[in-house]
């Protein structure tokens, strides 16, 4: 493994789709996505003739992922509420959700946690469109799922490694792979044609002084990744608590007061949004 190029690395991640794990529908979706000219009504349409994925959008757009105040009823206004950038996060959520849980054990939980701790930490910072950020933050880990799925034995392997060394996932795949999640979730993150901000959330949120594009949105999500570890919401792949960037804490300056209610409701909100998705 040691032996493989990067550049075939990312071709052997970028066509994960091909994978029998695959459903028809994510890789319709996939397909979808990857035409940057597609419309919210294409996208509308497009769960529109998908019962399961219907429920699974409502079930998302309903969660405290997103904080809406108010029961969305219908796709159409989901998708005209959230924006084009925002539901292709949520699509990926949902469709790769399965993926998720059969990639690794306990990451769902710490997704969608960091998902809404990005949101309060977002809303705290009085930024307009909270729900992306909550994007991101639901999404940053995605290249982990794809790694799984392209080297389920090896992966594992990782897995056992940085929990007998105390060594951070992170670090134990930059060992092994000459790469990291954070590059397989950017290549991913290309190919199937996310936003720009996404994009740069996902392949810095370890490194947030290195966001050029998003640097608030990935400083966000660093600390949000971080304060979900500390409180021990899912698992993210080791049982280590990254020290934080300084520059990220600095530059959000949240109070002590601040930081401990968005742990309590991020809390309340996971345990809300488990019941809600217990059934997917």
């Not at 405290?64 to 924006?83: A, H, M, W």
């Not at 999640?181 to 199937?192: E, L, P, R, S, V």
Request: hydrophobic content about 45%; aromatic content about 6%; charged content about 20%.
């Amino acid at each position: 493994m040691h032996s493989l190029e990067r550049r075939a690395l990312r071709s052997r991640i970028e066509n994960v789709d091909n994978l029998p794990t695959i459903s028809g529908t994510l890789k319709r979706l996939l397909e979808a996505l990857q035409n940057p000219r597609i419309s919210l009504g294409e996208i509308g349409a497009f769960i529109a003739n998908d019962p399961a994925l219907t429920t699974r959008v409502l079930r998302m757009v309903n969660s405290p992922i997103y904080g809406f105040p108010r029961r969305i009823s219908s796709v159409k206004q989901g998708v005209i509420l959230l924006g084009i950038n925002v539901v292709k996060g949520l699509l990926l959520g949902v469709s790769v959700f399965d993926l998720i849980q059969k990639g690794m054990a306990g990451l769902w939980e710490h997704s969608m946690a960091c998902g809404i701790a990005a949101r309060l930490i977002a809303q705290e910072r009085g930024l307009k469109e909270p729900e992306e950020v909550s994007a991101a933050g639901l999404l940053h880990d995605m290249g982990k799922v794809m790694l799984a799925l392209k080297f389920r034995e090896e992966y594992g392997q990782i897995i056992m490694d940085a929990k007998g060394s105390g060594m951070t996932i992170f670090a134990a795949e930059k060992e092994f792979f000459q790469i990291t999640h954070a590059d397989a979730g950017t290549w991913i993150g290309q190919k199937w044609n996310f936003p720009q901000t996404l994009l740069d959330v996902i392949a810095h949120h370890h490194d947030p002084s290195s966001a050029r594009t998003a640097p608030l949105e990935t400083a966000i999500v660093h600390v949000a990744d971080v304060l979900v570890r500390a409180r021990g919401f899912g698992f993210a792949g080791d049982g280590v608590v990254q020290p934080v960037s300084v520059a990220a804490w600095e530059m959000l300056s949240l109070s002590g007061g601040a930081i401990t209610r968005i742990l309590r409701e991020t809390e309340e909100f996971l345990e809300e949004t488990e019941e809600l998705f217990s059934e997917f």
